[in-house]
Structures are given as C-alpha cells and as structure tokens.
C-alpha cells in the first residue's frame, strides 16, 4: 500500500495516534538502539497507523523487527485491552540505502511524512518524529 494511502489513514486501526502507545514505540526504539545496540537510529516517524525508520542495523534484521513489534505489540495491546491478538501487520517494508545522496533523500522523506500527511507545517511540529526538537 502506498504511504501516501496510510498517511490519510482511511481505514484499518490508528492506535499509534494515541500519544502513550506511539510513546511505547519511541522508547523501544531507542532502548534498541542504546541498550541492546541492534541498530544505530537515524531517523524516525510514528504515523497514525504506520512507522518509518531510517537505521543501520547491527544485527540482523529480522532480529531487530521481532523484538520491537514483540515489545510494542505486547504494550500496545495491553494498554488497549487486547492482550495476545495481533497489532503489527506480519510483513515490513526494508529497504537498502546505496550512497549518502540516498540517505539524505530517505531521512527527508520520514521526516516530512508529516508534513506530506498536512499534520503540521513544518517536520520540527511534529512530536512523533525525530525531527522534533
């Protein structure tokens, strides 16, 4: 499904919307990345019903992508009142970056996504983002 159908979140749950479960996602985020060193982050937004990650794993990634959705299923569900039922589509989308131009083009783009979405004016308003100051 294009991004640009997700961001207008038409249809299908928007659980990330809600600010404690889209905080739970950011600090799994970043206890991979300080903690347990899966990956170094480099950028990040959690959209009403979807996550972009810009990072350079450390280890492999199917690894990185059962222990986040693992952890964050779990506490998402648990908030929700919906212990053991799934919360993450099965599939994830990767995507190897090839040069810097690439990087940069990709790191704009997830921080734009709300923007893009017409959430706010500028990337930096965003709080779900790693644009956000």
Request: glycine share 6%; net charge positive.
């Given at each position: 499904m294009p991004d640009r159908l997700l961001d207008r979140a038409t249809h299908g749950p928007t659980w990330l919307h809600r600010s404690d479960i889209a905080q739970i996602v950011i600090e799994a985020l970043q206890y991979g990345e300080r903690n347990l060193g899966h990956y170094r982050l480099h950028a990040w937004t959690v959209m009403s019903n979807h996550v972009h990650l810009l990072l350079s794993p450390l280890?492999?990634?199917?690894?990185?992508?059962?222990?986040?959705?693992?952890?964050?299923?779990?506490?998402?569900?648990?908030?929700?009142?919906?212990?053991?039922?799934?919360?993450?589509?099965?599939?994830?989308?990767?995507?190897?970056?090839?040069?810097?131009?690439?990087?940069?083009?990709?790191?704009?783009?997830?921080?734009?996504?709300?923007?893009?979405a017409g959430l706010v004016a500028l990337p930096e308003e965003y709080r779900w983002s790693s644009a956000a100051p």
């Open positions: 280890t492999e990634l199917p690894k990185i992508t059962h222990s986040l959705k693992g952890f964050t299923a779990r506490e998402a569900n648990r908030i929700l009142g919906r212990t053991g039922l799934p919360f993450w589509q099965k599939e994830s989308f990767d995507h190897w970056i090839r040069n810097h131009q690439e990087f940069e083009r990709v790191r704009g783009y997830i921080e734009r996504n709300p923007v893009t």
